[in-house]
């Protein structure tokens, strides 16, 4: 059983930034990946982006490349989302997830369905 608890939202100006943060419980974080996903109201959950349990592999959604960071500290059970010049529309609940996934491939780590604990989500508002 894992326990994720997300931090770091808040309201921020667009064109600034945030980290989020994920704690986990439990004594195998590290064999488990970490998905971040997000949902807007009216819309549906989207992937976000991903790291491998070692971290050394990520994936990231194609709106979100180059202004999103996923990172991960296995020692403090610790999953990261650096989140960087923030638009509007990236205004949403973030949520973090943990999953096995039994092999490192794209279209598995952007399936909901690969992921197992669930956070309860933390608010991002960005404004203009």
């Known amino acids: 059983q894992v326990q994720l608890v997300e931090s770091g939202g808040g309201l921020v100006q667009a064109g600034g930034s945030l980290r989020l943060s994920c704690a986990a419980s439990?004594?195998?974080?590290?064999?488990?990946?970490m998905g971040w996903f997000r949902q807007a109201p009216g819309k549906e959950r989207e992937f976000v982006g991903a790291v491998s349990g070692g971290g050394s592999r990520t994936y990231y959604a194609d709106s979100v490349k180059g202004r999103f960071t996923i990172s991960r500290d296995n020692a403090k059970n610790t999953a990261y989302l650096q989140v960087n010049n923030l638009k509007p529309e990236d205004t949403a609940v973030y949520y973090c997830?943990?999953?096995?996934?039994?092999?490192?491939?794209?279209?598995?780590?952007?399936?909901?369905?690969?992921?197992?604990?669930w956070g309860q989500g933390t608010q991002v508002t960005v404004s203009t």
């Open positions: 439990g004594r195998t974080f590290s064999s488990y990946a």
């Open positions: 997830a943990a999953g096995q996934l039994s092999v490192w491939l794209p279209f598995l780590t952007v399936k909901s369905t690969s992921y197992v604990y």
